[in-house]
């Protein structure tokens, strides 16, 4: 079949459940991952013939688009940081905020003149601690997660980006403290609440994983609790925590911070325009 006319078949099935822009990209996505053919390649040979086992992975690819599987399962990867990540079901597909917490501390720990070390709490697929560990060279960063299908992720997106992070498997909400001290601990932790779940896409409640997303409307910061109780112990004095945080909850995660005797906590509202990142020091740390 022909390329232009594999592209109208998308369009003629997706159209009703995707905007238009989305299913272009879809496609675009789709051969180069399986035809190993850039985008442009369609505006100059759009009679490009496919061979039938290509035909075959592009429509096995739109009915699972039809179901709405997330187009970086389908493939198996996603971008970020100008970086390639294996993502499958047992990880989160990292988000486009996420990029903009990582910016935040390559921006502010770059300035550092020695090599700091870094703890990301709940890692998933990698993304934050091997994006961290690629930017800031110097930094020595560590990364956990109760996920050991997870971690084996992160892993292997580590060595695929020759990155160089230490893997730790351990629950934060059963964790009390570790020897190693930290400058810096970051997490993107799970804080969709579960009466949130409502108004999210098929595409996240039906396929990314529960455990990195959601938590009980009753106690919708629990991981932040276990977060800074952790880091109020493992962060050497000054240092600062980093952390992703739920749009709604951000006056009563400062207020769990504050709590905790973190201090000078700045707030930042991602590119939409969302209270959806914070940062926070330890002036009472530990000295080592
Ligand atoms: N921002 C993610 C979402 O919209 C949630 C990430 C998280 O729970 N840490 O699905």
Known sequence: MVLKEIKNIFHKELDEGYRKEEVDSFFYLLIEHYLGLERFVLALQPNLVVSKGEEQALFAALSQLRLHRPI????????F???????DKDVLIPRPETEELVRWMVFELSAKP???????????????AISLAKNLPEAKVFALDISEKAIAVAKQNAVDNDATVEFMHYDILNLDALATKFDVI?????????????????NVTEYEPELALFVPNGNPLKYYEAIARF???????????YL???QYLAKET????????FSEIVLRK???GNNRMMKGFDLNGVVY
Do not use: W
């Open 254 to 261: 400062e207020r769990l911070l504050r709590k905790h005797n």
């Open 81 to 87: 940081m100008d970086m390639d990540f294996k993502v």
């Open 186 to 202: 970051v997490s993107n932790p799970p804080y969709v609440r579960e009466q949130e779940k409502r108004t999210m896409h098929k």
């Open 231 to 241: 880091a109020s112990k493992n962060l050497k004095k000054n240092g600062s925590l």
């Open 270 to 272: 991602d590119m939409f």
């Open 114 to 128: 020695h090599g700091i070390s870094i703890l990301d709490i709940g890692t998933g697929s990698g993304c934050i």
């Open 72 to 79: 970086q399962y389908i493939i198996g990867n996603a971008h």
């Open 244 to 246: 992703e945080i739920n």
